[in-house]
T-cell receptor
Framework: SQQGEEDPQALSIQEGENATMNCSYK?????LQWYRQNSGRGLVHLIL?????REKHSGRLRVTLDTSKKSSSLLITASRAADTASYFC????????????FGAGTTVTVRA | DGGITQSPKYLFRKEGQNVTLSCEQN?????MYWYRQDPGQGLRLIYY???????QKGDIAEGYSVSREKKESFPLTVTSAQKNPTAFYLC???????????????FGSGTQLSVL
């Protein structure tokens, strides 16, 4: 079952601008993960934020987590053409340690 | 060069035929997974295996079968019972569980399966 839902579905920005996408989920989590997928390829892990963390940074990526609102956001700063991809949030299952549920993703297009 | 290898990259299935997708990892990970991705959608879990000789059904296991005879290998068979098999199939692995152990998934590059 899909727990995470990303918003917006698609985003088009100019190179150098920031891109923000959001993820909402329904049940309690241990962690929330963000992945990136280039067209026709596998997913690549970007960042994991634990339920007791509120913000995490990795290079040009900034992730926030608000467990009271059951939501997370991913910010990509100073975007580049190479950031063009689909971005997915994934949440773990409180009843099964090996299940990750993925949302439908946000497709980001960075225009040169 | 460590990672997950999926083959073939493209696969075509005829009516009534079973086909097997290969997934091999040399990361020494205990857990392996199969996901299905339809256009414009997220990933749905088909099967997963926590350890050799053990596997569990995911959310959409009907019409699929797996085996886990070796730690490195987790092949997926799409049987003729799967009436809508056209999709992008992704194999993944993790050191252990992604929940309380906070582990991430490592993905292969996928297999596109189409029906002739």
């Amino acid at each position: 079952s899909q727990q995470g839902e990303e918003d917006p579905q698609a985003l088009s920005i100019q190179e150098g601008e920031n891109a923000t996408m959001n993820c909402s989920y329904k049940t309690s989590i241990n962690n929330l993960q963000w992945y990136r997928q280039n067209s026709g390829r596998g997913l690549v892990h970007l960042i994991l934020i634990r339920s007791n963390e509120r913000e995490k940074h990795s290079g040009r990526l900034r992730v926030t987590l608000d467990t009271s609102k059951k939501s997370s956001s991913l910010l990509i700063t100073a975007s580049r053409a190479a950031d063009t991809a689909s971005y997915f949030c994934a949440t773990d299952d409180e009843l099964d340690d090996y299940k990750l549920s993925f949302g439908a993703g946000t497709t980001v297009t960075v225009r040169a | 060069d460590g990672g997950i290898t999926q083959s073939p990259k493209y696969l075509f299935r005829k009516e009534g035929q079973n086909v097997t997708l290969s997934c091999e990892q040399n990361l020494n990970h205990d857990a392996m997974y199969w996901y299905r991705q339809d256009p414009g959608q997220g990933l749905r879990l088909i099967y997963y295996s926590q350890i050799v000789n053990d596997f569990q059904k995911g959310d959409i296991a009907e019409g699929y079968s797996v085996s886990r005879e070796k730690k490195e290998s987790f092949p997926l068979t799409v049987t003729s019972a799967q009436k809508n098999p056209t999709a992008f199939y992704l194999c993944a692995s993790s050191i252990s569980g992604t929940g309380t152990y906070n582990e991430k998934l490592f993905f292969g590059s996928g297999t596109q399966l189409s029906v002739l």
